[in-house]
Nanobody
Framework: VQLQASGGGLVQAGGSLRLSCAVS????????MAWFRQAPGKEREFVAT????????EHADSVKGRFTISRDNAKNTGYLQMNSLKLEDTAVYFC?????????????????WGQGTQVTVSS
């Protein structure tokens, strides 16, 4: 399966962006999907994950109430809506997928990764 992340860019603090993750190669609905991010000099960190049906989601405490993960299985695409962006949200954002029914925040348990999209929040 191949993942292609897009939608990153430069935005002012308080602004919004929506990231997309287009999935090809296999049935998208068979995969749990997640977003992670990595800032310069920092470890990759969990942002959000969504179950195969979309009924269950989990968000990191640092983004809860501001970011929302979703998916459209008919379009083979996952999304991350990011509102009220802060300077500390600046990072490369990666989408990831795993071929099991359980959601997880552990990066090592995702088999497939997109190339990343840069999000830069300015003051």
């Amino acid at each position: 399966v191949q993942l292609q992340a897009s939608g990153g860019g430069l935005v002012q603090a308080g602004g919004s962006l929506r990231l997309s993750c287009a999935v090809s190669g296999r049935r998208f609905r068979d995969y749990v999907m997640a977003w992670f991010r990595q800032a310069p000099g920092k470890e990759r960190e969990f942002v959000a994950t969504i179950s195969r049906s979309g009924q269950r989601t989990e968000h990191a405490d640092s983004v809860k109430g501001r970011f929302t993960i979703s998916r459209d299985n008919a379009k083979n695409t996952g999304y991350l809506q990011m509102n009220s962006l802060k300077l500390e949200d600046t990072a490369v954002y990666f989408c990831a997928a795993r071929y099991t029914p359980l959601v997880t925040a552990t990066a090592g348990e995702y088999q497939y990764w997109g190339q990343g999209t840069q999000v830069t929040v300015s003051s």
